[in-house]
């Protein structure tokens, strides 16, 4: 495959990783609002995650060898234990569906979500705290950036934010973030360990630790959940979060931590458009509004991803 064709399927992943967060943040959402408690709804799609990942990482034999090396890594400390806490930034955006996208609806989500992983990517390639090392920030992804802020701004226009709390956004905007530092973190600790199944295995790990404390303290402090929802969809967040981080840790290679970034925001705002068409939340934008933010963002990924070539004299 050419190094273009490459990129595109790069970048093609990306924008399913967006989609799947999206999915994600609906169901954690509702689950969280099903509950009454969006740390208890967390800590359950995590944990359920982290089953998920026990059982493939011992029946696939690269799970078993990336376990070996992962192990041999730590007690030779030729993995730092900064690489183990990627799960701290998974465990935050998951809390943060759980409280939030309920009242705020996806694309609202969507919007501090993205400007938070949009500032977040540009910052680390420029550092090179990526697998991929220092990615420049060139014209071109400063621009493809700009645009993508763009589309949050317009999901901002008219009285979306109407009696929204202020901390509703703020927590996205941590959230996102957290969720560019992650990217790298797990994309560093796959090529440490030759295999994106471990890397991903250790996210859920420490998200699940940190979810399951946080979720115990709650309930003493508050109370248990006195409602329990039975239907079987709210209770896949988990997997689907498995498949979307296994993915980030594979594509963050070949992208860099913005281009992942910005391609996950077509699949964020996208998948929100349509999500929030279906199940409106009270704070949603209008679908003209969302489609338009959209197509915003798009457009800003194809300035930062399509490799344009100047013409010859």
């Known amino acids: 495959m050419s190094e273009r064709g490459a990129i595109g399927v790069a970048v093609g992943g990306a924008v399913l990783i967006g ?15 099903e509950l009454d408690d969006g740390i208890v709804a967390a800590a359950v799609s995590f944990s359920s995650g982290l089953l998920i990942l026990i059982v493939l990482s011992a ?20 993995i730092p234990p900064w690489m183990l806490l990627g799960g701290l930034a998974g465990a935050l955006t998951v809390a943060s569906q759980g409280l939030t996208v309920a009242t705020i609806g996806v694309a609202l989500f969507t919007v501090g979500f993205v400007a938070g992983q949009t500032s977040g990517g540009l910052v680390l390639d420029r550092v090179g705290y990526g697998p991929a090392g220092v990615v420049p920030v060139t014209v071109r992804r400063l621009i493809g ?6 589309g949050v701004v317009v999901c901002l226009s008219g009285d979306a934010l109407g009696g929204v709390p202020p901390w509703m956004l703020i927590v996205p905007v941590v959230a996102g973030a957290g969720v560019a530092w992650q990217q790298g973190t797990n994309g560093r600790l796959r090529v ?5 199944l471990t890397a991903t295995l250790v996210n859920f790990i420490g998200g699940t630790l940190v979810l399951l404390v946080a979720a115990i303290v709650h309930v003493v402090a508050v109370g248990a959940p006195r409602v329990v929802p039975t239907e ?8 689907v979060g498995v498949v979307y981080i296994f993915l980030s ?3 963050v290679r070949r992208t860099g931590v913005l281009l992942l970034g910005l391609g996950s925001v077509v699949g964020l705002l996208s998948t929100s458009v ?12 209008s679908t ?13 990924v194809v300035v930062a991803a399509v490799p344009w070539r100047r013409r010859r004299a």
């Open 249 to 251: 840790a594979v594509v």
């Open 59 to 78: 029946l696939i034999p690269e799970g078993r060898r990336g376990f070996v090396r992962l192990v041999g890594g730590i007690r030779s400390r030729s």
């Open 288 to 300: 003209p509004v969302a489609l338009l933010a959209a197509a915003v963002a798009i457009a800003g």
């Open 145 to 150: 950036a700009a645009l993508a802020i763009a």
């Open 274 to 285: 349509l999500l929030d068409a279906l199940w409106p939340a009270p704070a949603a934008p």
């Open 19 to 33: 989609a799947l967060t999206a999915l994600q943040a609906r169901i954690n959402g509702t689950l969280g609002a």
């Open 192 to 196: 440490r360990v030759e295999s994106p």
């Open 232 to 239: 079987p969809w709210l209770y896949i967040g988990g997997a």
